[in-house]
Structure formats: structure tokens, C-alpha cells
């Protein structure tokens, strides 16, 4: 399959630094965000609270929030740049894709049959690191995967992978780079495919989009793009390997990373949750 993605390595949590003030049967979150709508100010040398008229003050607030989008589509815009330009991105795509021959119409057998080999190859790799440090597959497949052998194995020894090895590696990558970014791994059963997501509010549905921030980013490294969450609405189709919606059928898996040591697993079938695990 395209996918590739190791067996169990799927999942989802929600956690961050205010309590956690609700989740609907979809796992989606909704925190409470405080707003401060006065201004302080010093006349003749003492402190007074300036009152703004309800009028002025929506404007003020309205033209705050524009200004706040704008800076946060500049910023979102020059990380889409940057994972572009990577040297990371460039060599993912660089790889030879069994499935990107297929869809071509070129020759894969060979192609195939070494990513058959190197998966089974990491495969035992995470069984050694599941056995040895006693640790769940999970953990020990997103140790793996996050490690420099994985690399090697990758660009130096096989130089071979689809969608499902490539997201493997740009997961960590993001969450190295983008700290202060959720990132997630999407994997959806038909059309058997996996990429990434970057920055997406919690509290929106994984399957409608449209509703996502606007400053959130869809990467993927098997297709050699990167979109912004406009870019993707206007690809989120089946016959593009995507097809993100409320209609959307068979098994869903998502991974998110939240930081270097909280990983959650998430397990769809069409829009019923499955199955949920946390590692922390």
C-alpha cells in the first residue's frame, strides 16, 4: 500500500497548558480564551483605566484581529517556504516511490520489493526496541522512526519509500522545527494515503477543513507539496489521494505529536471513533 505505516502506530491525544474543558465524541477540543478589552494608561503621573465605548472597542478589537490574521498567514506562509526549501523535504522526494511509478504508469516491481525489504527490516528494528527497553510498539515505533538509523536506512542503504515512510520522518522533523506546532499524521484508508498536517486548531473536526484555521499547513513529501489549508480545499479529493470530508469512508488513523514526549494515537472507522491511546 501507499501508506506503509507500521501496524498499531495510530492515534491521538489532547493536552496543553489549560485544562482540558471538553471533547466531543469526534475527540475535538474547546478551551476557553481570555480576552482583556481595556487599556492602561499614567496621566500627570498617575495610573488611570481608559474605558473604551462599546463602538470603538469592537472596531479597535475587529481591526486587532485582521491585523493578528495577517501576521499569522506571513509567518505560516514563510514556514510553507521553509519546509519547501529543506534539505529534508527535497531528499523525501527524492526517493524512489513504488506507488508514485505505479500511478505514473512506469515499471515498480523492483521498487516494490525493496520497500517490502526495508519494512521488514524496520519492523524487526522496533521489535528489538520493544523487547529490550520493555516499552509499547508505539513508543518504540515512534523512537525508531524519529531516529538517524531511520534515515540511514532511508536515503543511504535503500534509498526507497512511499507516502507512509516519508510522513514517518517529517513528523519528528516538524515537531523538531516547529515546537510550539501540533503536528499530526493523517492516514485514510481510501485512497490509502498518509501526510501530514501542521498547526490545526484542536477544536475543529479533522474531517471538515474548511472549519480549520486558515494558518494551518498540509504537507506532503510523496507529492512534493506543501499547502496552506486554501490551497488544500481546493485538492481535497479522492482523485488528488486526499478526500477529507464527512462522507469519508473506511479507517482514519491519526498520530499527533504535541512535543517531543506526548504522542497520540487515533483510530476512525468513517466518523466513528475506534480506538484512542496516549503516550506521554
Given at each position: 500500500?501507499?501508506a506503509?505505516?507500521?501496524?498499531?502506530l495510530?492515534?491521538?491525544v489532547?493536552?496543553?497548558?489549560n485544562p482540558?474543558?471538553?471533547?466531543?465524541?469526534?475527540g475535538?477540543?474547546?478551551?476557553k480564551?481570555?480576552?482583556?478589552?481595556?487599556?492602561?494608561?499614567?496621566v500627570?503621573g498617575?495610573?488611570n483605566?481608559?474605558a473604551?465605548k462599546l463602538?470603538?472597542g469592537?472596531?479597535?478589537?475587529?481591526?486587532?484581529?485582521?491585523?493578528?490574521?495577517?501576521l499569522?498567514m506571513?509567518?505560516?506562509?514563510?514556514?510553507?517556504?521553509e519546509?519547501?526549501?529543506?534539505?529534508i523535504?527535497?531528499?523525501?522526494?527524492?526517493?524512489?516511490s513504488s506507488?508514485?511509478?505505479h500511478?505514473?504508469?512506469?515499471?515498480y516491481e523492483?521498487?516494490?520489493?525493496?520497500?517490502?525489504?526495508?519494512?521488514?527490516?524496520v519492523?524487526?528494528?522496533?521489535?528489538d526496541?520493544?523487547?529490550?527497553?520493555?516499552?509499547s510498539r508505539?513508543?518504540?515505533?515512534m523512537?525508531?522512526?524519529?531516529?538517524?538509523e531511520?534515515?540511514?536506512?532511508?536515503?543511504?542503504q535503500y534509498?526507497v519509500?512511499?507516502?507512509?515512510?516519508?510522513?514517518d520522518?517529517?513528523?519528528?522533523?516538524?515537531?523538531?522545527?516547529?515546537?510550539?506546532m501540533?503536528?499530526?499524521?493523517?492516514?485514510?484508508d481510501?485512497?490509502?494515503h498518509v501526510f501530514?498536517?501542521l498547526n490545526?486548531?484542536?477544536?475543529?473536526?479533522?474531517?471538515n477543513?474548511?472549519?480549520w484555521?486558515?494558518?494551518s499547513?498540509v504537507?506532503d513529501?510523496?507529492q512534493?507539496t506543501?499547502y496552506?489549508?486554501?490551497?488544500?480545499l481546493?485538492?481535497?479529493?479522492?482523485?488528488n489521494f486526499?478526500g477529507?470530508?464527512?462522507?469519508?469512508?473506511g479507517e482514519t488513523?491519526i498520530t499527533?505529536?504535541?512535543n517531543?514526549s506526548v504522542?497520540s494515537f487515533l483510530?476512525?472507522y468513517?466518523?466513528?471513533?475506534?480506538e484512542?491511546?496516549?503516550?506521554f
Open positions: 500500500d501507499s506503509g505505516a507500521v501496524d498499531g495510530n492515534l491521538y489532547y493536552v496543553g497548558n482540558l474543558k471538553y471533547r466531543d465524541p469526534t475535538h477540543v474547546k478551551t480564551i481570555e480576552q482583556e478589552n481595556a487599556e492602561e494608561g499614567a500627570g498617575i495610573n483605566i481608559v473604551i463602538d470603538v469592537e472596531y479597535a478589537k475587529a481591526e486587532e484581529s485582521a491585523l493578528s490574521l495577517d499569522k506571513e509567518r505560516i506562509k514563510a514556514i510553507q517556504q519546509i519547501l526549501q529543506s534539505d523535504f527535497k531528499k523525501l522526494g527524492e526517493l524512489e506507488t508514485r511509478l500511478f505514473e504508469g512506469r515499471p523492483d521498487v516494490n520489493y525493496k520497500i517490502n525489504v526495508l519494512r521488514s527490516d519492523n524487526n528494528r522496533i521489535a526496541i520493544e523487547k529490550t527497553h520493555g516499552v508505539n513508543r518504540a515505533a523512537y525508531f522512526t524519529a531516529s538517524d531511520f534515515k540511514d536506512m532511508l536515503f543511504e534509498k519509500g512511499n507516502c507512509g515512510e516519508s510522513t520522518v517529517m513528523i519528528g522533523e516538524l515537531n523538531k522545527n516547529y515546537p510550539k501540533i503536528v499530526e499524521n493523517v492516514s485514510i481510501k485512497p490509502d501530514s498536517v490545526r486548531d484542536q477544536s475543529t473536526s479533522i474531517f477543513p474548511e472549519k484555521n486558515d494558518d499547513l504537507i513529501p510523496w512534493r506543501v496552506t489549508k486554501q490551497e488544500f481546493l485538492v481535497n479529493s479522492l482523485a486526499y477529507l470530508n464527512d462522507h469519508i469512508q488513523e499527533v505529536q504535541h517531543e504522542i483510530s476512525f468513517e466518523l466513528k471513533l475506534e484512542e491511546e496516549s503516550i
